[in-house]
């Protein structure tokens, strides 16, 4: 190992660490605009102008929590809007809003970085961070105020203090603080809302905590998420008369993603088949009667009980479509040929993590059932890559590995620091104090 690269792993031990990752993560979005030409940097997001920001302006001007037709705002969950206030009380002109998604962008930077640094090592940690950084649909997704900004800051933050709450004297502290983020991610984007079954899932792989402390982790982590959105919850109660998971438009997302090559000025894709494309159109005919998200369901169960072949070719399209496909379809193959390369890479990595047994392979489970955790939510609603970078950005650690592994002719043995740091996480776990970063 040369001695830049162990000066360099020595930084991303450190204290520095985080916020390094932080930095080129901001550098390479700023880089990425300045490059983007001036026809595609336009913000394409439609729910921004039509509903986050109008919410937030209204409740800065002192009109309450409602939407651009004066109603209570609930087609939404309020985190995104409620963090947009400040950039509303500034102006929010272009420049306030270029300020805020930079924030969002460099807490996402490290806060991945500090979770990866404690789930597996300082080097490994950097290329996972350097990774995601400088992955194209992260990039794009950067070009715009999108919620995906503050929600997968809050994702990260919340896998530290998970993993925290594993390793620390203070888990109880941890795992409130955990619960508390998971429910604030899920106030930004409803694909949280179950997000703690699968890190409970997870807890069921740890080693070093005895299992009492697990089950009372798991049980702090459901008590503040269910705390942190229950006042949500309870205020659109009173403002509708109906009890909703998070928001109103949990029917309309599901039906999105069941219709979404039959709406309206959309041309059918040329792989879509008939019977498919029927029953798109028959479900879209049905709209005005399905009154709920389960009314959605139940119609989709019943034609499958009837005929199952097109609905099970509509959700192995959604299932595939989940991993490069975007709203527009129109660069859906050339994302499908980016997407191809990180995960040949990831299912390399996952390889090699899995041979290492161990801990190592424990990561690659607790990786595979959040990943899938989202690739499950992302199939139910409308199935694009766009809600599937949570997952993405865990996969980056397998692919971290995968090109750490390559690298070692060029680079002698990486592993070096690699295995140190490990080393020194353990003596720490054993201990009883979590890292001291």
């Known amino acids: 190992m040369s001695a830049a690269a ?9 204290r520095p660490g985080p916020w390094l990752a932080a930095g080129w993560t901001v550098a390479l979005h700023l880089l990425f605009l300045v490059a983007l030409p001036t026809q595609l940097a336009v913000n394409e997001s439609t729910d921004f102008t039509t509903f986050y920001r109008p919410v937030a302006e209204n409740a800065w001007s002192g009109a309450g929590w409602t939407d651009r037709d004066g109603q209570p705002a609930v087609r939404y969950p309020p985190g995104f809007p409620l963090l947009l206030v400040p950039v509303m009380a500034v102006g929010g002109g272009p420049g306030a809003l270029a300020v805020f998604v930079g924030l969002c962008v460099g807490v996402a930077g490290g806060a991945l970085f500090f979770w990866a640094r404690h789930a597996t090592d300082a080097v490994t940690a950097g290329l996972v961070a350097l990774a995601f ?9 950067t070009k715009q105020p999108n919620s995906e900004l503050p929600f997968l800051s809050l994702f990260f933050l919340a896998l530290v203090a998970w993993w925290r709450a594993n390793a620390s004297r203070r888990w109880p502290a941890w795992a409130l603080a955990a619960g508390a983020l998971v429910g604030a991610a899920a106030l930004v984007r409803p ?3 179950g997000l703690a079954l699968p890190l409970a899932v997870v807890a069921l792989l740890w080693r070093q905590a005895p299992r009492w402390r697990r089950i009372a982790a798991v049980g702090l982590l459901l008590a503040a998420q269910l705390l942190t959105v229950a006042p949500w919850v309870v205020w659109m109660h009173e403002q ?57 369901l139940t119609h989709v169960a019943r034609r499958a009980a009837s005929d199952p072949a097109p609905v099970a070719q509509l959700l192995a399209i959604k299932a595939v479509r989940a991993w490069y496909g975007t709203e527009s379809m129109r660069l859906d193959p050339w994302i499908a040929a980016v997407q191809a390369i990180y995960l040949a890479l990831a299912s390399f990595g996952m390889v090699l993590l899995w041979r290492a047994g161990g801990e190592r392979r424990r990561l690659a489970l607790a990786i595979l059932f959040v990943v899938g955790y989202f690739w499950g939510m992302t199939i139910l609603v409308l199935s694009i890559l766009r809600y599937m970078l949570p997952a993405m950005a865990l996969l980056m650690v397998p692919v971290a590995v995968a090109v750490g592994r390559m690298a070692q002719p060029i680079l002698g043995r990486p592993d070096g620091l690699a295995a140190s740091a490990m080393a020194d996480w353990r003596s720490r776990l054993a201990a009883g104090g979590g890292s001291s970063s």
Not at 6 to 14: E, V
């Open 6 to 14: 162990r000066r360099w792993g020595s930084l991303l031990a450190g």
């Open 133 to 141: 950084a400088s992955y194209p649909v992260w990039l794009w997704a």
């Open 191 to 193: 694909i949280a809302v």
């Open 240 to 296: 509708t008369g109906r009890w909703m998971p998070l928001s109103s438009g949990g029917k309309l997302s599901v039906l999105d993603g069941l219709t979404f090559a039959v709406d309206p000025g959309v041309e059918p894709p040329p792989w879509l088949s008939d019977d498919v494309e029927t029953l798109m159109r028959e479900i879209g005919a049905s709209r005005a009667a399905l009154g709920s998200t389960h009314d959605v």
